[in-house]
Antibody
Framework: EVQLLESGGGLVQPGGSLRLSCAAS????????MSWVRQGAGKGLEWVSS????????YYADSVKGRFTISRDNSKNTLYLQMNSLRADDTAVYYC????????????WGQGTLVTVSS | IRLTQSPSSLSASVGDRVTITCRAS??????LAWYQQKPGKAPKVLIY???TLQSGVPSRFSGSGSGTDFTLTISSLQPEDFATYYC??????????FGQGTKLE
């Protein structure tokens, strides 16, 4: 069974940093591209970042470019999101998602981890 | 690429046929997925490649379209279908933008 388990969320002050992790199991992690998607309270889904299988190619939404870094450790079956210079509008539930091989849709999602940026 | 869903909210009853539309600001071939999200839960994929039903999804859900105009149809609404629905475009490289969502009440 595919499982994605996010961790690392919490309360952080504006300007602070946080690193999210997504532990994957039940599939060959190194064979799948992965993404982070976030959702503010009462708001829609927002694509944040994606990374290809080897980690050699990464992509970011304009809203986080230069502040967030996506990475992966295929030996540990773990996806990461390093978030720096956090702002109040980064407050959201952050989901990791597995990207299907064809048509790239998200076929499995984690349960999400809440990040709150507030003083 | 921007995706515009309509309507933003929809009132319906059990047994109704419901259609949600998603329009892309430029052509995305058939690289479109539909997701269902219930409160406090992660989204779940219903349809991918515009019209392919994900394994395990009831056949009352269907999708159509190509290029810029897409639809999600629920043929006979069931109580468990009241949720928010999102389209997502996955054409070429990211950003893989989402529509703003349609809340089905």
């Amino acid at each position: 069974e595919v499982q994605l388990l996010e961790s690392g969320g919490g309360l952080v002050q504006p300007g602070g940093s946080l690193r999210l992790s997504c532990a994957a199991s039940g599939f060959t992690f190194s064979s799948y591209a992965m993404s982070w998607v976030r959702q503010g309270a009462g708001k829609g889904l927002e694509w944040v970042s994606s990374i290809r299988t080897s980690g050699g190619s990464t992509y970011y939404a304009d809203s986080v470019k230069g502040r967030f870094t996506i990475s992966r450790d295929n030996s540990k079956n773990t996806l990461y999101l390093q978030m720096n210079s956090l702002r109040a509008d980064d407050t959201a539930v952050y989901y990791c998602a597995r990207q299907a091989w064809t048509h790239y849709f998200y076929d499995n999602w984690g349960q999400g981890t809440l990040v709150t940026v507030s003083s | 690429i921007r995706l515009t869903q309509s309507p933003s909210s929809l009132s319906a009853s059990v047994g109704d046929r419901v259609t949600i539309t998603c329009r892309a600001s430029q052509g995305i071939r058939n690289y479109l997925a539909w997701y269902q999200q219930k409160p406090g839960k992660a989204p779940k994929v219903l349809i991918y490649a515009a019209s392919t039903l994900q394994s395990g999804v009831p056949s009352r859900f269907s999708g159509s379209g190509s290029g810029t105009d897409f639809t999600l149809t629920i043929s006979s609404l069931q109580p468990e279908d009241f949720a928010t629905y999102y389209c997502q475009q996955l054409n070429n490289y990211p950003p893989y933008t989402f529509g703003q969502g349609t809340k089905l009440e």
